[in-house]
């Protein structure tokens, strides 16, 4: 049982470039989340999925595209990597049973440089 | 619109000393409210949630509705509790923003020898 894993870990990309972060759970889990954390920022969310063939937009959208491939696949898109895009990402899925407390699982991130 | 606040970046406190980290939200609804820790260079983990009401590494945290906040406490700080924490705030399920899960921008504590 591997949890959330996350490919690449580590990324540097030039302005213009373009690249997609992998995410995948294997607990089952509908829900899934890609996070950005920055120094003085904290997590700000980018986009969520409540089910396969779902997604809505978070805090901080521009930018990003995301695509749920089935239940256990939610990618992060960048079409033209910005400056600003450099952070740490991170990927969640979350588990909706009650007795377990709607707890979310995160993956290890990705670091992301943009020159 | 859901907001959570943590009002302090940085907490330094002695070992054996008294901890509290503060996190006050704003939502419409009922919420659900959780802390998680960062240690350095690992991945996000649950440390407590409110519903569960449970006691975590010697932390405790309770939801006061009326001050709306979910502040953190510990009585004795070890220096193992050295790490960035979060607050974070969802709706209730069956409630329209349940699914959304929003953090507060983190308290980074450090326990002194």
């Known amino acids: 049982n591997a949890g959330v894993t996350q490919t690449p870990k580590f990324q540097v990309l030039k302005t213009g470039q373009s690249m997609t972060l992998q995410c995948a759970q294997d607990?089952?889990?509908?829900?899934m989340y890609w996070y950005r954390q920055d120094p003085g920022m904290g997590l700000r969310l980018i986009y969520y999925?409540?089910?396969?063939?779902?997604?809505d937009k978070g805090e901080v959208p521009n930018g990003y595209n995301v695509s749920r491939l089935n239940k256990r696949e939610f990618s992060l898109r960048l079409e033209s990597a910005a400056p600003s895009q450099t952070s740490v990402y991170f990927c969640?899925?979350?588990?909706?049973?009650?007795?377990?407390?709607?707890?979310?699982?995160f993956g290890p991130g990705t670091r992301l440089t943009v020159t | 619109a859901q907001r959570v606040t943590q009002p302090e970046k940085l907490l330094s406190v002695f070992k054996g000393a008294p901890v509290e980290l503060k996190c006050n939200y704003s939502?419409?609804?009922?919420?659900?409210l959780f802390w998680y820790v960062q240690y350095s260079r690992q991945r996000l983990q649950l440390l407590l949630r409110?519903?569960s009401r449970e006691s975590i590494k010697g932390f405790t945290a309770d939801l006061n509705k009326g001050e709306t906040s979910f502040h953190l406490k510990k009585p004795f700080a070890q220096e193992e509790d050295s790490a960035m924490y979060y607050c974070?705030?969802?709706?209730?399920?069956?409630?329209?923003?349940?699914?959304?899960?929003?953090f507060g921008t983190g308290t980074k504590l450090q326990v002194i020898p």
């Open positions: 607990m089952n889990h509908n829900s």
């Open positions: 999925s409540a089910s396969e063939g779902t997604t």
């Open positions: 409110h519903i």
């Open positions: 974070a705030l969802s709706g209730l399920p069956n409630s329209g923003g349940y699914q959304k899960v929003t």
């Open positions: 969640a899925s979350r588990d909706m049973n009650r007795d377990r407390g709607y707890e979310q699982y």
């Open positions: 939502y419409s609804g009922s919420p659900e």
